[in-house]
């Protein structure tokens, strides 16, 4: 029963800006390491950032440098949900994103579960 679903994704012109969102449902997800993932047509996914917990309400962020000062990971733990803010999108950002939560790191096998992911288009 545990669900996450993202959404927010869209067409976007490049320069532009665009949120995405992650709702999680089935458990609390406080103490989990909240990631984004993308995937774009005939590529590897790759990582995108994750936010994982230290202590009580402290978190660390950590970001790719393809979007680092771009993109900006934050989480609600009242709403049990984790966002990804982006801005100055670029071409090479169109992809499907996808929200995962587990243990963390920068590999996907550090994540137990995923959305379904969301198509972020960034055109002229």
């Known amino acids: 029963q545990v669900q996450l679903v993202e959404s927010g994704g869209g067409l976007v012109q490049v320069g532009g800006s665009l949120r995405l969102s992650c709702a999680a449902s089935g458990r609390t997800f406080s103490r989990s390491a909240m990631g984004w993932f993308r995937q774009a047509p005939g590529k590897e996914r790759e990582f995108v950032a994750t936010?994982?917990?230290?202590?009580?309400?402290?978190?660390?962020?950590r970001y790719s440098d393809s979007v680092k000062n771009r993109f900006t990971i934050s989480r609600d733990n009242a709403k049990n949900a984790v966002y990804l803010q982006m801005r100055s999108l670029k071409a090479e950002d169109t992809a499907v994103y996808y929200c995962a939560a587990g243990i963390g790191g920068e590999r996907g096998e550090g994540y137990e579960h995923w959305g379904q992911g969301t198509q972020v288009t960034v055109s002229s």
């Open positions: 936010s994982s917990w230290i202590m009580w309400s402290s978190y660390e962020s």
